[in-house]
C-alpha cells in the first residue's frame, strides 16, 4: 500500500529530530560515509535541502530554480535549532500543497509528491549518518516507510530514460531482493527485481508482493532476504553487506547504475 502524505511527513519530522538529537553535542565529529563533512557541515546539508525544496514546492517551480539567495549559514550553536525550524517549514509547506501539481524535480515525476515521497530517505539516511559518527540513540525505520523508499530509489536513484548511463556494461543479469526478513510472513512483504532496461544503459524495476507469481530472472542472479531499512543502507552504500548470495559480479554493475548525492 503506498504512503500517505501525513506518513511520509511524519518520518521526515521524526528522523530530522533524531538526527538533531545525535547532533547536539557533537557538531566536531566526522561523518563516515561523507568524509569531507563534520557533523555541522551534514545538519546544514539536510538544512538546505530542506529551505531548497520548500522553495520548489511553495512556489511551486516549473523550472529548475538558479537565482535563489541562499541563506547564511548560522553558527555552530545556531545550527541544530534552524534544521528543525526548517524542517517544520518544509513539512508545513508539503501539508498544504497539492501534492499532484507539476514542479520541477530532478526525477521521473515531476510533481510535489515527488518531493515529500523522496525527502522520508533524504533524512532517515542522513540520520544514520548522525547516529553512526556519535554512537548516541539508535536508528530505526519503519518497515513500510523503508519499503516505499527502496522502490522510490529503484524509479529514480537508478539510470532510468531521464538519466541514463548509455557508456555503463549492462548488468546483464538479475538482482533481487526479498524483504520477508522484515514483515515475517505479513503477506504485503515486497519483493524487487532489477533487470536492465529496454534503453541501453536504463535499469527498470519490478515490485511484487509475496503472494505473486515471481517473475523469470533474467541471466546469472544476485539476492538477499532481508529487512527493508537494511536493504535502503546498503542502496545508500551504508552498510557494506546485507548476505547477498550468488552471481557478485551483477552486483557491481548494479553499482554503476546507482547515484546517491
Not at 40 to 54: G, I, K, P, Q, R
Not at 55 to 62: F, K, M, N
Not at 214 to 224: K, L, Q
Request: with cysteine; glycine share 8%; aromatic share 8%.
Amino acid at each position: 500500500m503506498p504512503l500517505s502524505v501525513e506518513d511520509c511527513l511524519a518520518a521526515i519530522t521524526s528522523h530530522t529530530r533524531g538526527l538533531a538529537s545525535a547532533a547536539e553535542g557533537n557538531l566536531g565529529l566526522r561523518i563516515e560515509h561523507c568524509p569531507d563533512w563534520s557533523m555541522a557541515d551534514l545538519v546544514w546539508h539536510l538544512t538546505s535541502v530542506h529551505w531548497f525544496w520548500n522553495q520548489v514546492a511553495s512556489g511551486p517551480l516549473l523550472e529548475e530554480p538558479s537565482d535563489l539567495v541562499r541563506p547564511e549559514r548560522p553558527d555552530d550553536e545556531d545550527l541544530v535549532e534552524a534544521m528543525l525550524t526548517g524542517a517544520r517549514t518544509m513539512v508545513e509547506a508539503l501539508r498544504a500543497a497539492d501534492q499532484q501539481a507539476p514542479c520541477w524535480t530532478w526525477g521521473q515525476d515531476q510533481t510535489v509528491w515527488f518531493i515529500t515521497r523522496h525527502q522520508v530517505q533524504e533524512a532517515a539516511v542522513h540520520h544514520w549518518d548522525a547516529v553512526n559518527a556519535s554512537d548516541r540513540g539508535s536508528w530505526s525505520m519503519d518497515d513500510a516507510v523503508a519499503m516505499d523508499a527502496v522502490d522510490e530509489f529503484l524509479t529514480h536513484s537508478v539510470a532510468n530514460p531521464r538519466w541514463p548511463m548509455p557508456d555503463a556494461a549492462p548488468m546483464a543479469g538479475t538482482l533481487w531482493f526479498c524483504a520477508c526478513g522484515g514483515v515475517g510472513d505479513r503477506i504485503e512483504a515486497d519483493s524487487w527485481h532489477v533487470t536492465d532496461g529496454v534503453a541501453a544503459g536504463t535499469l527498470t524495476h519490478l515490485t511484487l508482493h509475496l503472494e505473486d507469481q515471481e517473475p523469470d530472472v533474467v541471466g546469472p542472479a544476485v539476492g538477499a532476504h532481508g529487512d527493508p531499512p537494511s536493504f535502503l543502507l546498503w542502496l545508500y552504500r551504508r552498510v557494506p553487506e546485507i548476505g547477498f548470495d550468488g552471481d557478485l559480479g551483477v552486483l557491481d554493475r548494479f553499482r554503476a547504475f546507482t547515484f546517491t548525492d
